[in-house]
């Protein structure tokens, strides 16, 4: 796997553009991969996310299976060469009981208006977001279970993570479609309890809204 670091122009129409739609940033993105039949995303195992902290400006990081040519992004569109680096050392660290600092932009939601179908399956219905902090550990905690990790209590007893709410997201797809999202920022500790299922986790994304900016979990070794 692959993580690239892209430092966008802040003063060029195209990244304004792209910052205020969320589908116009994953066109971007996939456009520095080969095309093929198929959903491209998957084939090229992208993961994206705007990252934007206090003080600094936003950056986008990307992380895919296939070696991306960020020489096709358009002339001006960063301030500096992207930096890439391959994620293959990392499998090696991923141990029972490991920790790791940890950040992750969700998509926090719960399936509302389930149906059984005729042949006794269940079909999906709305998902709407998750706004109490309760409901959205509980969300993480799932997670979790589903991709080997858990977050260990800190010393104040309660959970080791910050969760803050992002600004909704949207995208304008084809044929007049508008999706709308609202991002959760997850940022903590966590330790691995099952590599294998953790490292599916992080090749293919926590959560829903994957093609819109959520779901890419990064990692720091953490010093405690």
């Known amino acids: 796997m692959y993580l690239s670091r892209l430092t966008p122009e802040l003063s060029s129409p195209r990244v304004l553009r792209d910052l205020a739609d969320l589908h116009k940033t994953h066109q971007r993105v996939m456009s520095a991969f080969p095309n093929i039949d198929g959903p491209g995303r998957l084939a090229h195992g992208v993961l994206w996310r705007w990252d934007a902290d206090p003080g600094h400006p936003p950056i986008l990081l990307v992380q895919s299976t296939t070696a991306p040519d960020w020489a096709k992004l358009p002339a001006g569109y960063l301030t500096e060469p992207p930096r890439l680096r391959t994620l293959a050392p990392l499998r090696e660290l991923l141990t029972p009981g490991r920790r790791f600092a940890f950040r992750l932009t969700g998509n926090p939601t719960r399936n509302v208006d389930t149906k059984t179908r005729a042949d ?9 977001p998750l706004r109490d902090e309760t409901a959205r550990l509980g969300w993480l905690a799932r ?18 993570v910050q969760i803050s709410s992002l600004p909704r997201g949207r995208g ?6 508008v999706v709308t999202i609202e991002p959760v920022r997850f940022e903590g500790h966590l330790t691995i309890t099952e590599p294998d299922l953790f490292w599916d986790g992080l090749q293919h994304g926590i959560g829903r809204a994957r093609p819109y900016g959520c779901g890419l979990l990064t990692l720091i070794r953490s010093r405690q």
Request: a positive charge; charged letters at 25%; aromatic letters at 6%.
């Open 120 to 128: 006794g399956k269940r079909r999906s219905g709305r998902h709407l």
């Open 143 to 160: 997670k979790g279970a589903q991709y080997g990790f858990e977050v260990p209590i800190g010393q104040l007893g309660t959970p080791d």
């Open 172 to 177: 304008d797809k084809q044929a007049g479609t």
